[in-house]
């Protein structure tokens, strides 16, 4: 059985290559040459132009907006290279759409995040490399290994540099129940106490804030979650916070999915800084003064690096 291929090679499509560059020069390689592009009628093709015989391919590939396309061209990538020969093929998914969608919530619902996991086994992915999937189990959705990273090792750093000489002054907020076990580590990195806001939400991209569990009051806060999509939640929690006596408050999450109203409610929010990373590119147009992003590259490609010498890659959680 082939353990890993002879080299490596990083390839990317068209979701976030700014992050596969990154990658590549952290591990000293050139992106691998190939061709996305899309016909008239809106079909996808893939153009490998460089040999992958017997190599360890890494195909970088955000499944983010658009999703469809970008899930397609992975898919046709990861396609691509199984009929080329790869010795063995890892889809390098920083952010890993349809994540929302792993469970019925009502009746004949689909199940998505399963559908899409196995449609990647299918295409020929021998393993996934994601970070910070929105609930953890749908690891085991995949019948293939998955290895997955975590965004609370890269936030937390960044806020310990900013208010070291202040960390007393803190408390980390998870702004629902959901996010309770992802803020319980952060402010366990952090040396700081937990609280939750309790929040019901009535429909699709719409909550309400009910009520904060925890001492906030004269207090500066740093809300964590996993994605800001609408932003809805994370404002709402932010403007409850400050109602419930809160000096201040920042935010961080992995992945910045910032869809429909989101820019302009940061903007309008009482967040002073939202700290995200760059597992899906910030387009221009969305850049605001008060968001900051912080690379993952250089985590990605040290897990590369362990992936493809055999190493553990449970080091870099810490």
């Known amino acids: 059985m082939n353990l890993h291929g002879k080299d490596i090679k990083i390839f990317t499509a068209n979701s976030n290559p700014a992050v596969a560059e990154q990658i590549a020069k952290e591990l000293g390689l050139p992106v691998g040459k190939s061709n996305v592009v899309t016909f008239s009628d809106g079909e996808i093709s893939v153009s490998i132009q460089e040999s992958v015989r017997g190599s360890d391919v890494f195909v970088v590939q955000s499944t983010s907006q658009p ?85 609370v090792p890269i936030l937390v750093p960044h806020f310990v540099e900013r208010f070291n000489d202040c960390k007393d002054e803190f408390v980390v907020v998870s702004p629902d129940l959901g996010s309770v076990t992802r803020a319980r580590n952060f402010a366990a990195r952090f040396d ?11 429909k699709a991209n719409v909550s309400e804030v009910m009520n904060i569990i925890g001492e906030v009051k004269n207090k500066r806060i740093i809300l964590v979650d996993d994605m800001v999509d609408t932003a809805g939640t994370l404002c709402n929690a932010a403007a409850a916070l400050m109602d419930n006596g ?65 190493k553990p890659v449970s080091p870099l959680f810490n």
């Open 67 to 151: 999703v469809n396309d970008h899930l397609m061209e992975l898919l046709i990538m990861i396609d691509a290279f199984k009929r080329a020969s790869a010795g063995r093929i890892t889809a390098v998914i920083p952010y890993f759409g349809y994540a929302r969608q792993d469970r019925k919530a009502k009746a004949r619902d689909p199940i998505s995040a399963k559908l899409v996991a196995d449609l990647i086994t299918t295409a020929g992915a021998d393993r996934v490399l994601t970070m910070d999937l929105h609930a953890a189990q749908i690891q085991g959705f995949f019948d293939i290994p998955v290895d997955h990273l975590l965004g």
């Open 246 to 310: 809160a000096k201040e408050v920042y935010a961080c999450a992995t992945h910045g999915v910032l869809s429909g109203p989101a820019i302009e409610r940061i903007k309008n929010s009482v967040i002073k800084e939202l700290v995200l990373l760059d597992t899906i590119a910030l387009p221009e147009e969305k850049s605001l003064p008060n968001i900051t992003m912080l690379p993952v590259a250089p985590v990605f490609a040290e897990a590369i690096a362990r992936i493809y010498e055999d």
């Open 192 to 202: 700081a106490p937990l609280a939750i806001v309790d929040k019901r939400r009535q």
